[in-house]
Each structure stands twice: as C-alpha cells, then as structure tokens.
C-alpha cells in the first residue's frame, strides 16, 4: 500500500528546517531570559555582595531596639567572637546582616558625619567573621547574613559563594598560621557551572601582624575576592 | 511517479522527532568545564572606583591625599597626575595588564579645562581604547575667597 507516505527529501528538508528555526529562536537575546535566572542573575549578585561587604559595616539589632554597626563587638568590651556568643543572649540571630567597614570610631576622631569609613575593612570584624565560619553550629547562618539566601516566587535560593582577602599578588593574607579571611564554599573545579568573580581594592586599618598587603596612598591595601555560583 | 525510496507518515514523524530529541540531548550533555567569569567593565569600573576612594579617604587634618594632589597642581609647578599614576603603579595591576590615564579638569564657571594629565608618563602605553571605563572623583578647592571644582578623571583599559 502506498497511501500516506513522506519522500526522504521532506525529512531531510523539514529536519533542516526544524534545526534551524531551533537555532534562530535561541539566538534571540532574552527570549529565555525569565528561565534562565541561574545564568543571568549570579553577576548582580556577586556585585552586591562585595558592596555590602565593602561599603558597609552591618546590622546588629536587639529586640530591645538597641542598634549598631559594629556587629563584631556589639557591646563594645573588646571581646571576640566566641566569647559573644556565650555572653550575648542570641548573638548571631541579632547579626542581621554581615560588613566589614570599619567603624568611624576607631579613627578616634571627635566627630564624624559617617557611621562607617567605605573600602576601609576592619580587622576585628574579618576575625569574627572567621571565627563565625568556623563555629559548625552558627556557620549555617552566614548565607541569609550575606543576603546570599533569598526567596524568588516562593522558591527559596541559595547560592554558594567563597570570600578571601588577598594580596596583589593573589595570595592569602595570614593571620598568625591561618588565612585573615577565607570563609565559604570551596570553588568548583569541574562541571557545568558559572562562577562570577569580583575584586574590590581594601584598605585594611590594622596591619600589625598582617604580610603581604602594599601601601597606596598611606594606607595597607589588599583585595578582598568574592565568588559566587549555583 | 516514482515510489521508491519513500517511508510512511506516522515513521517520518516519529524519525524527525529521535533525530531532533538526540541531538538535543547531546547537546545539553555535551561536558562543560567550570567558567569563572567576571565582567570586564564592571570589574574595572570597581577598580576604578575603590582605587579613588581609598585616594580621596579623610585623613586627621580632613583633607585625603587626593585633594592634596589637586591643590598642588593648582597651586604650584607640582604634577598630581603622574604622582596619581605612581599611586596606581603599587597596586600592580598594570602587570595583570591594566593601564591607566589620570587627568584633572577644572569644571569652575563652566569651563571643561584639562589641568594636567599623563599622557607623557605613560606614553609607553598610548592613548586609551574605545573599551576603556572612566571613573571620576570631584574635587572642591576651599582657598577662600576661591571656591573651585576638579574632576579627577581616571582611565582603565585592558592589554
């Protein structure tokens, strides 16, 4: 029986045709834009992380309404991270988002218009932050301060991230046998995956004890490196 | 009409769609590597910026390093362009292949007039491209009565 039959040409024809209508369609900038929020949305998101780390010093927030931006010492007693932990009632839950500028109180000036000094990291907070990293209890916790745990259409998403300060010659600036700061997940090395990279210049505002930063403008400079990706 | 060398419907079909489904798949299978990216704008726009900050940061006289710079162009035989340029040359940079022009331009009573800049400098490296990012900081000179505005243009471009 012969009825209801397609020459090979027609395949052939229409398979090319198909192809192409499929590559064309791709091609068109933004036409899968709104599926594609992994590819699309990592490079603002890396951007906005290393503003917040860079050009802000963070919330500290108690249920009393007590508020500041030194989150690494919010009581001002000089003490650390672990010991915060111990002696503040809901330290880390009271941290509503992580900086790392320094506070205009260190300058030790008079007065001063700004609460904290942009592109100027604090030692002090970049320890807590460490020391937050390595407390497996609380570690959890440090993704939501980042702002790196979010929720898009009732959808909650999560990006994995790695920040490190370094020198300028991309090498890990100690702190005693350990890096000051490297906290995060380690960087994938393999797979389908897009990792955004930004680098911001820091002045650091206090060196003592600190190798490998270089001087600009009087001030000990490094650059701290956020990763981002999912 | 030559029946030969023909196939039915339904099979044609069902063929165009494995064929298309296949290749599909391959390509969605087909072993990517880990792409670590950074845009090439954004990143010296940032540079850029965190460079003149920490330039301009106030110090204990309330003045930054950078309005000093300005007001010795201005005020006397003194090149802050190049010293601006010499400040840049520590974050070593310029050996991952960044460059830089400095330029100060006077924006006072609308004039747009270029101070002082590092062309002769940094000859080595020319003018920048048409792909370089220009970051700006102004500048306000209180010499009483003289109230005047710099612009410290800062140039970066990739080699």
Known sequence: MDDGQVSMDFLMAITIFALGLVLLISQVPMLFAPLQTVSTDIQPVAYRTSMILVEDGGIYNETTGYITSNWEDPEGTGENYSQNCINITNYTDNVKRIGLAMSTMELGWSSSSEDIVPNTLSVNKMKALQDWQEDTANQSKIVKKLGLLVTYNNNPINYSYNISLVNFSDNLIPNSSAPLLQIGDSIPTSGSVTVEKIERIVAIDNTTGLTGNRTIAGHECAKLVVYVWR | ?159
């Not at chain 2, 106030?58 to 362009?81: C, F, I, K, P």
Request: net charge negative; with cysteine; glycine share 6%.
């Open chain 2, 1 to 159: 009409m030559n029946k030969k060398g023909q196939m039915h419907t339904i099979e044609a079909i069902l063929a165009l769609m494995i064929i298309i489904g296949i290749i599909a798949f391959a390509a969605r299978s087909a072993p990517q590597e880990t792409q670590i990216e950074s845009s090439l704008d954004t990143q010296l726009m940032l540079y850029g910026e965190d460079f003149l900050s920490i330039l301009d940061m106030e110090n204990e006289t309330h003045r930054s390093r950078l309005y000093d710079q300005v007001n010795g162009t201005v005020e006397s035989d003194w090149n802050g362009a190049a010293n601006i340029t010499r400040e840049w040359q520590n974050t070593t940079l310029n050996g991952s292949g960044i460059f830089c022009k400095v330029e100060i331009v006077n924006l006072t009573d609308g004039q747009l007039k270029v101070v002082n800049d590092t062309c002769g400098v940094n000859s080595t490296y020319g003018e920048p491209p048409k792909n370089a990012v220009t970051v700006t900081r102004l500048v306000t000179l209180v010499n009483p009565p003289r109230v005047e505005v710099y612009e410290v243009r800062l140039t970066l471009w990739y080699i």
